[in-house]
């Protein structure tokens, strides 16, 4: 392995969107498109939510609690100003003949000039007045500055706080039914506001979980259909990563930022429109502020761009490491190298958390940085439109609101500038994923494979070369035929290209040059499921899965729990088997952690029997076994090859002293062939490697 690989770019950086690739993205999302509408749709009315309870409060203000008027002296006709207020709205009462009171809350609905003309003209008077029925307090009761006109009771703003308590409260008994009404409105706002949230997260979280299970299964699928060499190439835990980490972060990007920043774009514009309709000119003292917070994001994203994408490198690199030292652990023990191991990964480990740590000053700075120029455009807006409110341009009410709007604003934009990382991030895991899917298997299947009918299990190596690496070639001009039921074992030393046969013919490479075939059809030709169907390996490193024993032998297929005991009993595990606590529904430690190298490799043989395969490939598989145990695993083999077409890869050659062929392989090419006494009778390589073994055991 050379520990890089073309696509995997733990140092890609992303941009925050990709066209490109967000469109492979939605087409997972796409057949769970009427969960993603749902959630669109709860979305916009969680934003109109949010949008009209400002508005609420200014209404409560301006209609009940701030309730004020102002006297104009004059006839209605004789301002062209205060004829387009509407006294059907309660814009003005007509007191008598020569006056006429007008509601301070109705002017801000002017247009400008007609506002400014009526509040220049002489007649409106300054002063501001509560407004009651005459008869509501008796004339020895009413505080000073009162005053009485068609029937109506005018107190001072100034002087409402001389009414005794009881008596103010029950004068505004209406304006008390009015909060109430007004405040079980907000409550209601409120509560759908919150149920609509609830539906807008469940529903977009389904479609985003769903979506992403999809893509990692999709994910999966593909890398485990990927040829051999891949692996060669890329580390496990960056594969790991893939699956993982960067899922995870699409998934993050498909719930915190495709959808919702729909949000936040529409509560944007949504809050921009309604501070232009409520006021204009303090609307644009509102976003004079707006620069300077797009400069502080601008900087943001700059700044965790790099601290983020070093991050993402160092966890992948950590992962990698802790993968590595975690399936070596073994070796690091037996080397009592702990010490040094810890100290590597430590190193990363801290790497990573100052990596982390970066990012968390970023984000300590930006988000104060954000709260202060958002409190500077509150600020602003509150200096002007208070001297607005003194000039009876706005009323209190619209003031209030203005301010929960102009805060409601700076929100989706802070948000944005994080969401900006977030998508970044989610680009370049994007990228990483659909570079993974994007990787095609280099041993593919013919367009016209056709599997056969029924296979006999003839084995032909025809004029076969191989190499891994281009122009280091590790076979040369194989040849050989095994019939069906027959044996053959290949000898030699190490990197001789044993093991290499054993890859051709089990497909999980194709030939440079010269042709594999079974039953006289190329493999290239013959589809890979048809092929391994009928094939059962088994390697030195037994695999052991953290499954049950029964699960393990199984695999997965249609065997029936007769034939899975049957199988063990006739390799000789049954034995060992039924004297674990829990015999074959034994659950295993990882990577069967639990039993010993010849157990391990006897529940493998029990697999390859209970499978029944034509052709039969063990590889060493007698290797890693003590003197004792390789008895038992012989007469196990015995089991499993008789009818069977077997290739047999071993060093130990008195594993296969009865295959009816030996070939003897030497830097890739067959020296010898013959049975085991025509090999010693000719005194050559397989001579000097049996002479070679015996002399030591």
Not at 321 to 337: N, Y
Not at 387 to 393: E, N
Not at 498 to 519: A, E, H, M, Q
Not at 532 to 542: K, P
Request: proline letters at 4%; charged letters at 20%; hydrophobic letters at 45%.
């Amino acid at each position: 392995m050379n520990g890089h690989s073309q696509w995997d770019a733990d140092l890609i950086e992303g941009r925050a969107y990709d066209g490109r690739l967000v469109k492979r993205l939605l087409a997972f999302v796409k057949p769970h498109r009427w969960l993603v509408i749902l959630a669109f749709l709860f979305m916009v009315v969680s934003t109109a939510v949010d949008l009209v309870i400002p508005y609420i409060t200014k209404i409560g203000i301006d209609r009940y609690l701030a309730r004020l008027y102002q006297i104009y002296e004059g006839t209605p006709g004789g301002c062209d100003s205060l004829m387009a207020l509407s006294p059907a709205e309660g814009d003005f009462v007509r007191l008598d003949e020569s006056m006429v009171l007008v509601r301070k809350a109705s002017l801000e609905s002017l247009d400008p000039s007609d506002r400014v003309a009526l509040m220049s003209d002489p007649g409106l008077g300054s002063q501001t007045f509560y407004r009651f029925p005459e008869d509501a307090i008796p004339e020895q009761d009413r505080v000073e500055g009162s005053l009485t006109a068609g029937g109506e009771l005018l107190i001072p703003e100034t002087s409402i706080s001389e009414v005794p308590p009881g008596v103010l409260l029950r004068l505004r008994g209406a304006d008390r039914d009015g909060i109430r009404r007004l405040a079980l409105i907000a409550a209601a706002v409120v509560l759908l506001g919150l149920a609509i949230s609830y539906g807008h997260a469940v529903t977009l979280e389904i479609a985003g979980q769903r979506s992403m299970y999809d893509l990692r299964s999709a994910l999966f699928s593909h890398i485990q259909n990927l040829s051999l060499s891949f692996f060669d190439r890329n580390a496990v835990g960056r594969l790991v990563t893939r699956v993982t980490n960067d899922i995870e972060a699409l998934n993050e990007m498909f719930a915190a930022v495709l959808v919702n920043m729909f949000k936040d774009v529409l509560l944007l514009f949504g809050t921009a429109l309604i501070l232009f309709l409520m006021n204009p000119g303090l609307a644009l003292v509102a976003i004079a502020v707006t620069p300077l917070f797009a400069f502080v994001s601008v900087v943001f994203r700059r700044k965790v761009r790099g601290a983020f994408r070093e991050a993402r490198r160092l966890l992948s690199s950590l992962n990698s490491r802790l993968a590595e030292d975690l399936s070596g652990i073994k070796v690091v023990q037996v080397f009592r190298r702990e010490s040094a191991r810890r100290e590597r990964y430590s190193k990363t480990n801290e790497d990573y958390f100052a990596a982390n740590m970066r990012q968390l000053v970023i984000f300590g700075v930006f988000r104060p940085a954000i709260e202060i120029i958002a409190s500077a455009g509150v600020a602003l807006v509150l200096v002007t439109g208070g001297v607005r409110v003194l000039g009876g341009a706005l009323t209190i009410g619209a003031l209030v609101a203005f301010i929960s709007y102009v805060r409601q604003m700076f929100q989706p934009i802070a948000d944005m500038s994080e969401k900006f990382n977030i998508m970044q991030s989610a680009m370049a895991s994007a990228e990483r994923v659909f570079g993974v899917m994007d990787t095609a298997p280099e041993v593919t299947e013919a367009p016209d494979a056709e599997a056969p009918a029924e296979m006999a299990g003839r084995v032909e190596f025809e004029s076969v070369s191989f190499s891994y690496v281009e122009g280091k070639q590790v076979l040369r001009d194989v040849s050989f035929t095994v019939e069906p039921g027959r044996s053959v074992a290949v000898v030699g030393p190490t990197g001789a290209g044993k093991t290499s046969i054993i890859n051709l013919l089990c497909r999980f490479y194709d030939p440079s040059s010269g042709s594999v075939k079974v039953d006289g059809t190329d493999l290239r030709r013959m589809p890979m499921a048809s092929l391994r169907r009928n094939m059962a390996i088994v390697l030195q490193d037994a695999f052991i899965f953290s499954r049950t024993i029964e699960d393990n032998i199984r695999l997965g297929s249609p065997i029936g729990t007769e034939s899975v005991r049957k199988a063990a009993e006739m390799v000789q595990a049954d034995g060992f088997i039924e004297n674990l606590p829990g015999g074959y529904s034994e659950v295993m430690a990882e990577r069967g952690a639990t039993l010993s190298t010849g157990q391990k490799q006897l529940i493998c043989f029990a697999r390859a029997l209970a499978h029944d395969p034509k052709i039969l490939i063990l590889d060493e598989a007698t290797s890693s076994v003590d003197p004792a145990t390789e008895q038992l695993v012989q007469k196990a083999i015995e089991t499993l090859m008789r009818g069977r077409t077997s290739i047999i890869v071993a060093h130990r050659l008195s594993t296969i002293q009865k295959a009816d062929e030996i070939l003897v392989l030497d830097e890739g090419r067959i020296v010898e062939r013959g049975s085991h006494q025509e090999l010693l009778a000719r005194r050559g390589i397989y001579y000097n490697l049996y002479l070679l073994q015996y002399r030591n055991g």
